[in-house]
């Protein structure tokens, strides 16, 4: 890859990174583009992502292809490999040969699967912002030799901008659902009061005697409060009557 090329590379894997407010983001995706750009970028043999569980969901993993994919997964299911090390002590694993007698010590099942798809030397580092950690990159090389300061520097500030979108984009989703929240108890309130309104108008009476009618029909029927009271909104349903 020429120097021009890589630079533009780098800015195109930078700009996809960090574009994460949109309706569409889906983090799996998101997590895969990371892999990828760190084997191309990176210039390593294969680079794996394991997301951490966010609320109400499993830990995720991708990767740069299938081989590193179906590595990954088996890591988390066996709890053992860089990405585990690196999730739990949120610290970078430098580069360490697969075949080193720690290394299959510690990673058993891990080490040999991954010797037999070829690789020799794995390095690691959390996906961490703002104290917040999300995921854990895997970088793996087919061939001995390091890879340089700079290349993990390069894996490092890929993965910081990849964690920058994802934490963007869960504090949106749950901005979102909080205002959700909050719409749907406005709505529920106004269709009672509204309700407490036209029974008070219809039936004479005080606008809490109406509300006590409303709550006594929604307790005798096990139904809703809202429910309740949209009913008499639109169809001029009369819980007096009902008890009747």
Not at 41 to 54: I, K, P, W
Not at 137 to 164: N, S
Request: hydrophobic share 45%; proline share 5%; aromatic share 4%.
């Amino acid at each position: 890859m020429s120097e021009e090329s890589r630079e533009e590379g780098l800015a195109a894997a930078f700009v996809e990174l960090a574009d994460t407010l949109v309706s569409d983001f889906d983090v799996e995706q998101h997590v895969r583009s990371l892999a990828r750009h760190c084997a191309r970028l990176v210039d390593v043999t294969a680079a794996g992502v394991v997301l951490a569980a966010d609320t109400g969901t499993a830990p995720t993993a991708s990767a740069s292809d299938e081989h590193t994919h179906a590595l990954e997964l088996a890591g988390l299911e066996w709890g053992e490999g860089p990405a585990a090390d690196c999730r739990r002590t949120a610290r970078e694993l430098p580069p360490t040969a697969l075949a080193h007698p720690r290394a299959r010590a510690e990673w058993p099942r891990f080490t040999g699967r991954a010797l037999e798809l070829g690789f020799v030397l794995v390095a690691a580092a959390p996906m961490r912002a703002r104290g917040t950690a999300v995921g854990a990159l895997t970088l793996y090389h087919d061939r001995p030799g390091a890879p340089t300061a700079a290349q993990l520097r390069l894996g490092r500030a890929l993965a910081d901008v990849a964690t920058i979108g994802i934490l963007q984009q869960r504090a949106l989703a749950e901005r979102s659902a909080v205002a959700a929240q909050l719409q749907n108890a406005l709505d529920s309130r106004v269709v009672i009061e509204q309700a407490k309104g036209a029974l008070s108008q219809r039936r004479s009476i005080a606008v809490d005697e109406a509300f006590r009618l409303l709550r006594g029909h929604a307790r005798n029927t096990r139904r809703p409060l809202t429910d309740v009271a949209r009913e008499v909104v639109e169809n001029g349903l009369d819980p007096a009557a009902k008890e009747g």
